[in-house]
C-alpha cells in the first residue's frame, strides 16, 4: 500500500484504462452502472440508432423510482394516475431493458426501490467499485468506499456503449470530523453542517474523503446520509474509507462474494484507505460536539443554521431572494414556523433507520391538525422491514400516510408534491425553489426534526420529545 | 454535432447566483423520451406566473433578449441534479453559451458534450458583464477568448480535448469507441472482476 495515496487515488488507479495527458482525458472503467427512467431514454434511443449493443449488462442494473406513484400499482391505468408522460417513460424502460438485455428491478420484483438505496442493499455496491448513474445524488455509493457519482445521459450511453467515461482526474478535499456527535444530533445534521460551513460550491472539482472519529463510530445508513449530499456542497463524489462496520453491512448481501471469494475481497478491501502521508488537494475540519439539530432557512442546502439559531440577516440580492420565497424573518428562529407537509424519504433518509428515527417520536402521538405527513419508505425492501416491525402501523396511527417506495416528494415529479406556499419540513436533500412543488417552500431537516416537527405542527426540535 | 468556432451575440442577464437544474427545467418537464422542445420549459416557474402569463421583469421576456446567444449567469450556475434537460433546454431554446465566475461540475460537462459552451470568466469581467446587459460580445473558442464591446480580450479556460471536439464537432463516443480494443485488455488483465 503507498503510504502518500488518498483512498480516492487508489480507486482511480486501478480503473483507469488509458491515462489521461495534457490533451486528452483519462478513459476510466465502471464497475457498476446503475439506470433509472428519466435520465436514460435519449441514452438507450442514441444506441439503438447507431445499432449498438450495452456492452455489459451485467454490470447495469435498471430500477424504477422517479415518476412512480407511490399509491400501490397494481395495473397499467394506476400508474396513469402520475400522468400519461410518465407512465410512457416507465414503459419505455421496461422495453428498454427487455430489447438490451439489463436487469430490471421493476413493480413486483420486491426489490425496486431508489436507485441509491438498492444499490446497497442488494450489495452491488462495494467497497473499490467504480459507480455511475444519470443522477447526481450517486455520491450516496462513496459510504462503501467506492468512487461513485453521477452522469449526464450522453454519458449514460457512454457507458452503455464502452463500459468506460471520458474524465479529468478531480482534486481531493478532505472534511475531517472531529469530536463526538451530541444526542439527538444525527448524520443529517452532521452533513447540512458541513455544506453551512463549505458552501454550495465548496467541493466543485472535488471528490471528498470523509474522515475522523466521528465519521468512524457511524453506522453505514448514516454514512450514506453524509455521502449522499455531498453533490450539495457541489462535490461530485464523497468517500469513507471501508472498515468492519462496512463489511458487516455487506456480509451475506445478494449480490457480494461468497466463501473463500468473499474473504479475498474484504483483504482487498482493508486496503482501501488514505496512507499516512497521503496528502489533499485541501482540507476542512469540523468540531461535531457543539453540533444541534440543524434546518435550512433559504433555498439551497448551504442557506442552513441550528434549530434555535436566529436567520441571518444581510446578504446580496440573491440572499433577500431566497428569505422572501420562504417567507422567513432574518433575526428569527426557524423553529416555531408554522408548517403544511412532512415529508420522510429520499435516498438521503428513506432507509429503515431514517424511518425508526422518526417512527420513535410519532409512536403514541398525533400529528398535529391539518398538517399532510407522507412517509416513503427508499425502497421496497425497506418498505417490507418497516412493516415487518410495525413501523407502517405506527406511523398510521399518528396520522401519517405509509406510501410505496419511491423518490415521491423529493422532487415531486410523480404527484406528490406541496401547494404553492405550503411550508414543507423535508428529509430530503434540495429546498431549491419549486423543487417540491411550484411556489412549495421545503426546509430540510432531518427525520427526527421532520417528525418532531409533523407533531407540534410547526419547526420543532426533536430533542424536545425524545 | 456541428464545430462550434465563434459566437458573436448580445447577452442575456440572470444576476441570481446558485441558479440549480431545478429552476433552469423544472422536474415535471423531465418525463420527455427524447431531447426536443424542452425551450418551452427553460426556466418556466421564473418565466411563467401561475395564471401561465409571461413575467415581464423576467429577463428573458425582455424585448432585447430576443436573439440573444449568450446567457450571462451568477456564481454557481447549474448546481443540483445532473439532468442533461439543463443544458438541452437552453440549446432548444437558442442559446449557444453561458458565461459564469463558476459553472457547477455535472452541468459543465453535459454543457460541453452538447455544444453549449461554458465561459468562466474574473470578477471584474463578471461584475461589468452583469451591469451591462445585451452588451455585444464575441467568444472565441479557437483562442479560448471572450471579446468585450470595447475591444477588450479576456481568456478563459476550457479542457483541451473538449474544446477540440466542439471545434470539430467530434462525438465523444466515437472516441472512446476506438479504444474498445485496450477496454477489453483492461477487463481481461483485472485480479479481481466486477
Ligand atoms: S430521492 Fe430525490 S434526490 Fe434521491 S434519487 Fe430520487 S429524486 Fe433524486
Same mark, same amino acid.
Given at each position: 500500500m503507498?503510504?502518500?495515496?488518498?483512498?480516492?487515488?487508489?480507486?482511480?488507479?486501478?480503473?483507469?484504462?488509458?491515462?489521461?495527458?495534457?490533451?486528452?482525458?483519462?478513459?476510466?472503467?465502471?464497475?457498476?452502472?446503475?439506470?433509472?427512467?428519466?435520465?436514460?431514454?435519449?441514452?438507450?434511443?442514441?444506441?439503438?440508432?447507431? /445499432?449498438?449493443?450495452?456492452?455489459?449488462?451485467?454490470?447495469?442494473?435498471?430500477?424504477?423510482?422517479?415518476?412512480?406513484?407511490?399509491?400501490?400499482?397494481?395495473?397499467?391505468?394506476?400508474?396513469?394516475?402520475? /400522468?400519461?408522460?410518465?407512465?410512457?417513460?416507465?414503459?419505455?424502460?421496461?422495453?428498454?431493458? /427487455?430489447?438490451?438485455?439489463?436487469q430490471l428491478l421493476g413493480f413486483g420484483s420486491g426489490q425496486r426501490g431508489i436507485v441509491h438505496v438498492i444499490g446497497p442493499e442488494l450489495g452491488a455496491t462495494q467497497p473499490g467499485k467504480t459507480i455511475v448513474c444519470g443522477d447526481s445524488h450517486t455520491s450516496t455509493h462513496g459510504a462503501f468506499g467506492a468512487l461513485a457519482f453521477g452522469i449526464g445521459t450522453t454519458e449514460v450511453g457512454h457507458v452503455m456503449a464502452t463500459q468506460c467515461l471520458l474524465q479529468r482526474r478531480p482534486q481531493t478535499l478532505a472534511i475531517n470530523v472531529n469530536g463526538v456527535l451530541p444526542g439527538g444530533v444525527t448524520a443529517k445534521d452532521l452533513v447540512l453542517a458541513i455544506i453551512g460551513r463549505i458552501g454550495v460550491d465548496g467541493g466543485t472539482g472535488h471528490v471528498i474523503e470523509y474522515r475522523g472519529p466521528v465519521i468512524a463510530a457511524l453506522d453505514m445508513e448514516q454514512r450514506m446520509t453524509v455521502c449522499n449530499m455531498s453533490i450539495e456542497g457541489g462535490a461530485r463524489a464523497g468517500m469513507i474509507a471501508p472498515d468492519d462496520t462496512t463489511f458487516q453491512f455487506l456480509a451475506g448481501r445478494e449480490r457480494v462474494p461468497r466463501g473463500s471469494d468473499w474473504d479475498a475481497a474484504v483483504a482487498r478491501w482493508r486496503s482501501l484507505r488514505s496512507g499516512d502521508d497521503a496528502t489533499f488537494d485541501r482540507s476542512v475540519d469540523i468540531d461535531a460536539s457543539a453540533l444541534t439539530p440543524m434546518v435550512t432557512f433559504g433555498t439551497n442546502p448551504g442557506m442552513v443554521i441550528g434549530i434555535d439559531d436566529p436567520v441571518p440577516s444581510g446578504g446580496d440580492a440573491s440572499f433577500r431572494k431566497a428569505l422572501d420565497y420562504m417567507q422567513v424573518e432574518a433575526g428569527k428562529p426557524m423553529a416555531g414556523q408554522p408548517v403544511d407537509v412532512v415529508f420522510i424519504g429520499s435516498c438521503t433518509n428513506g432507509r429503515i433507520s431514517d424511518i425508526e428515527q422518526a417512527a420513535r417520536i410519532l409512536d403514541g402521538r398525533r400529528v398535529a391538525d391539518g398538517v399532510r405527513v407522507l412517509v416513503v419508505p427508499g425502497s421496497e425492501q425497506v418498505k417490507a422491514a418497516a412493516e415487518a416491525r410495525g413501523l407502517d402501523k405506527i406511523v398510521t396511527a399518528a396520522g401519517a400516510e405509509w406510501r410505496e417506495a419511491g423518490c415521491s416528494m423529493c422532487l415531486g415529479m410523480n404527484g406528490d408534491i406541496a401547494r404553492p406556499g405550503e411550508l414543507s419540513v423535508s428529509t430530503s436533500n434540495r429546498n431549491f425553489e419549486g423543487r417540491q412543488g411550484i411556489g412549495a417552500r421545503t426546509v430540510l431537516a432531518s427525520p427526527a426534526t421532520a417528525a418532531a416537527s409533523a407533531i407540534a405542527g410547526c419547526v420543532a426540535d426533536p430533542r424536545k420529545l425524545v | 454535432m456541428n464545430p462550434i468556432r465563434r459566437i458573436a451575440s448580445r447577452t442575456v442577464v440572470l444576476a441570481v447566483r446558485d441558479v440549480d437544474t431545478d429552476q433552469i427545467i423544472p422536474a415535471r418537464y423531465l418525463t420527455t423520451t427524447t431531447r426536443e422542445g424542452l425551450g418551452q420549459a427553460l426556466f418556466h416557474d421564473l418565466r411563467y406566473d401561475d395564471n401561465g402569463n409571461e413575467v415581464d421583469a423576467f429577463p428573458l421576456n425582455q424585448a432585447r433578449a430576443a436573439e440573444c446567444k449568450v446567457l450571462v449567469a451568477g456564481k454557481n450556475f447549474g448546481c443540483g441534479s445532473s439532468r442533461e434537460h439543463a443544458p438541452w433546454a437552453l440549446l432548444d431554446y437558442g442559446f449557444e453559451a453561458v458565461i459564469s465566475t463558476e459553472i457547477a461540475d455535472i452541468f459543465r460537462s453535459n454543457a460541453l458534450k452538447n455544444g453549449l459552451v461554458p465561459v468562466i470568466v474574473d470578477d471584474a469581467t463578471h461584475a461589468w458583464l452583469l451591469d451591462n446587459p445585451g452588451a455585444d460580445v464575441v467568444i472565441d473558442l479557437e483562442s479560448a477568448s471572450l471579446t468585450l464591446p470595447d475591444g477588450s480580450v479576456v481568456g478563459f479556460p476550457i479542457d483541451a480535448f473538449a474544446r477540440y471536439c466542439l471545434l470539430e464537432g467530434i462525438d465523444e463516443l466515437g472516441y472512446l469507441r476506438k479504444h474498445l480494443g485496450r477496454i477489453e485488455k483492461f477487463e481481461e488483465s483485472r485480479v479481481w472482476k466486477p
Open positions: 503507498d503510504p502518500a495515496s488518498t483512498l480516492f487515488e487508489k480507486v482511480w488507479a486501478e480503473h483507469v484504462v488509458v491515462p489521461e495527458t495534457a490533451e486528452t482525458p483519462a478513459v476510466l472503467y465502471i464497475d457498476l452502472h446503475l439506470v433509472h427512467e428519466v435520465t436514460s431514454p435519449q441514452a438507450f434511443s442514441v444506441l439503438r440508432d447507431s /445499432g449498438l449493443p450495452v456492452r455489459r449488462p451485467d454490470l447495469t442494473l435498471a430500477t424504477l423510482d422517479h415518476s412512480t406513484p407511490t399509491t400501490p400499482v397494481r395495473t397499467f391505468q394506476d400508474l396513469l394516475v402520475a /400522468g400519461e408522460s410518465a407512465a410512457r417513460q416507465v414503459r419505455q424502460l421496461e422495453d428498454n431493458c /427487455g430489447e438490451f438485455g439489463i | -
